[in-house]
């Protein structure tokens, strides 16, 4: 691998691992308060709030690989 800055062949490989999580909170089920609704009446709205403030934990790793060169110090 030759460096595109200065040409030089002293050049290394590493691989570099980035994470990324994101949290998303559910909040009153809409859905839910209308079934409760049609099957308890009006004390089945609260069946909107079972579920509500639980957490949904997402993860995305992704891995790429970068070239430096060892004389000036170029990323690529």
């Known amino acids: 691998m030759i460096c595109p800055r200065c040409g030089s062949n002293n050049v290394t490989s590493q691989a570099i691992t980035e ?3 994101s ?3 559910k909040g009153f089920g809409c859905v839910k308060a209308c079934i ?3 099957l308890f009446s009006v004390p089945g709205i609260l069946c909107g709030l079972c579920g509500m403030g639980k957490e949904k934990t997402k993860t995305h ?3 790429r690989v970068i070239h430096i060169c060892q004389n ?3 990323q690529f």
Do not use: A, D, H, M
Request: aromatic letters at 6%.
């Open 19 to 21: 994470t990324n999580i």
């Open 23 to 25: 949290t998303k909170r």
């Open 72 to 74: 000036c110090g170029n």
């Open 61 to 63: 790793s992704n891995t």
């Open 36 to 38: 409760g609704w049609v």
